[in-house]
Nanobody, 123 residues
């Protein structure tokens, strides 16, 4: 199986930045799409961003375009989420996720999940 562990969450002021990290262990990490989802209180989990195994293709939710950047390092088995210009509405538990499907862009749910890390953005 694939194991995912997130880190880097915390409390930040609106307009600030935060970088989340996710380390993957297990089999064929470099062949899996990686991504980030988030779940705010009282809301369903939503897709934030995803990146293909090659790192060439990336997709972002409209709500984070221009502010968040996903990247991956297949040598270190890491995926990152750089979050800039944070807003209170970004407050959520952020989950690292991975999926082996070539149709990961439309697949729901993804196969593998981390434990989540809390991001809180204050006004």
């Amino acid at each position: 199986q694939v194991q995912l562990v997130e880190s880097g969450g915390g409390l930040v002021q609106a307009g600030g930045s935060l970088r989340l990290s996710c380390v993957a262990s297990g089999r064929t990490f470099s062949s899996y799409a990686m991504g980030w989802f988030r779940q705010a209180p009282g809301k369903e989990r939503e897709f934030v961003t995803g990146i293909s195994w090659s790192g060439i293709l990336t997709y972002y939710a409209d709500s984070v375009k221009g502010r968040f950047t996903i990247s991956r390092d297949n040598v270190q088995n890491m995926v990152y989420l750089q979050m800039n210009s944070l807003k209170p509405e970004d407050t959520a538990v952020y989950y690292c996720a991975s999926d082996p499907s070539q149709y990961w862009r439309t697949k729901n749910p993804w196969d593998y999940w981390g434990q989540g890390t809390q991001v809180t953005v204050s006004s």
